[in-house]
Structure formats: C-alpha cells, structure tokens
C-alpha cells in the first residue's frame, strides 16, 4: 500500500514561482511513471506533466518553457517547479505514480491534491 502526500501548495502573485512536491511511503518497489495533474472548477481535468522511468520528461502545451518536472528516486520524490505563474494555471494540483514489482502489475496511486491560487 502505497500513499503520497503533495506540498507547496498556495497564493503567488502572476509572474511569480511555487514548488509543489509529491513524497510517497509505504511498500514501494519501483516507480515506473510519476506526474502531475490539475482541475479547476468548472474545467476538465488535465495532465500537466509527467516523467517515465527513463527520465523522459513530458508537458502539456499550456506550461511548456514555465514547468520543470524532476525526479529524487532516493526521496521518492516528485517535483514540479512552476515559473511565470499565470491566473489560468489556478487549480488543484494532484501528483499521481505508477508503482509495481513489474509494469504488468503496477497500480496508479494518487495523491489528495493542493491548491495553487495565481492571483494579484
């Protein structure tokens, strides 16, 4: 059983920065993808960046040159770093890992999700 726990969360000013940090525990054997999402109240929810095992990085279009997504394997941790922050990225931001013995046996974990507010 697998838990992960999202930080970093809070109110920036447009143009400003926040770090959110996703940590998993528990019974973890490899972690195969790890990523980050959002949704905003009323909006679907959208993927807005992911990093494989292979460190191969992916980003939605909307945050591409803005976003940095990074992996600690010995914290089993994941990091976004968001920089020129804007009112649209506002959302609660959710980290998620796929996690197993194996790719064919992984699960999909999920954290609770933190409040990003860009406002002026």
Request: aromatic share 12%; hydrophobic share 30%; net charge positive.
């Amino acid at each position: 059983q697998v838990q992960l726990v999202e930080s970093g969360g809070g109110l920036v000013q447009p143009g400003g920065s926040l770090r959110l940090s996703c940590a998993a525990s528990g019974r973890i054997f490899r972690i195969y993808d790890m990523g980050w999402y959002r949704q905003a109240p009323g909006k679907q929810r959208e993927l807005v960046a992911f990093i494989t095992i292979s460190g191969s990085v992916h980003y939605t279009d909307s945050v591409k040159g803005r976003f940095t997504i990074s992996r600690d394997n010995a914290k089993n941790t994941v990091y976004l770093q968001m920089n020129s922050l804007k009112p649209e990225d506002t959302a609660v931001y959710s980290c998620f890992f796929r996690v197993g013995r194996s790719y064919v046996s992984s699960t999909n974990y999920w954290g609770q999700g933190t409040q990003v507010t860009v406002s002026s």
